[in-house]
T-cell receptor, first 111, second 113 residues
Framework: RKEVEQDPGPFNVPEGATVAFNCTYSNSASQSFFWYRQDCRKEPKLLMSVYSSGNEDGRFTAQLNRASQYISLLIRDSKLSDSATYLCVVRRGSTLGRLYFGRGTQLTVWP | ETGVTQSPTHLIKTRGQQVTLRCSSQSGHNTVSWYQQALGQGPQFIFQYYREEENGRGNFPPRFSGLQFPNYSSELNVNALELDDSALYLC????????????FGSGTQLSVL
């Protein structure tokens, strides 16, 4: 079983739509959670960290359910510039621990 | 910009050859990790170096090896290249005292023919 499972999509939505991505992680020892964004064959960039209480950054809302080992990302009022691959990422143990990436969910926002 | 530079940006090799990929981090970034990202997959952890010593390794064979230097640069070496080694190779560094924040380089796209 993979450490992080994500629906690869693709998700194709019109501008202004709300879209939600989900992922699950298999190891209960995971301690830190993130969403990264990756544009075509470029480096991943941190979109936001995910906290147990849930957190919001503008149009983006992330949620974590430790009991279900489930992480979500909600994007409201989608923009063309949101088109990218969204990677669900977890880290176990100490801050020197490796990152475990999901395979990514591809989003295309059309005009 | 992240301040992490990788070279070369693209590389073509043939099976059986050896390759060295390079990463240059910012001053003070004493932790560097390398990831392999095959097409359509998420990055997979290869290994990590902290203060010039390997301190974590993923599920990669010994023909993948690395070095980290005192000047915050590092190398990934791959011997006996195989077709499946074709991928985007990413390095990521972090600063002592702020290890949660990773700075990724833009990657090296390796094609093995």
């Amino acid at each position: 079983r993979k450490e992080v499972e994500q629906d690869p999509g693709p998700f194709n939505v019109p501008e202004g739509a709300t879209v939600a991505f989900n992922c699950t992680y298999s190891n209960s020892a995971s301690q830190s959670f993130f969403w990264y964004r990756q544009d075509c064959r470029k480096e991943p960039k941190l979109l936001m960290s995910v906290y147990s209480s849930g957190n919001e950054d503008g149009r983006f809302t992330a949620q974590l359910n430790r009991a279900s080992q489930y992480i979500s990302l909600l994007i409201r009022d989608s923009k063309l510039s949101d088109s990218a691959t969204y990677l669900c990422v977890v880290r176990r143990g100490s801050t020197l621990g490796r990152l475990y990436f999901g395979r990514g969910t591809q989003l295309t926002v059309w005009p | 910009e992240t301040g992490v530079t990788q070279s070369p940006t693209h590389l073509i090799k043939t099976r059986g050859q050896q390759v060295t990929l390079r990463c240059s981090s910012q001053s003070g970034h004493n932790t560097v990790s390398w990831y392999q990202q095959a097409l359509g997959q998420g990055p997979q952890f290869i290994f990590q170096y902290y203060r010039e010593e390997e301190n974590g390794r993923g599920n990669f064979p010994p023909r993948f090896s690395g070095l980290q230097f005192p000047n915050y640069s590092s190398e990934l070496n791959v011997n006996a290249l195989e077709l499946d080694d074709s991928a985007l190779y990413l390095c990521a560094s972090s600063l002592e005292g702020d290890k949660e924040k990773l700075f990724f380089g833009s990657g090296t796209q390796l094609s093995v023919l």
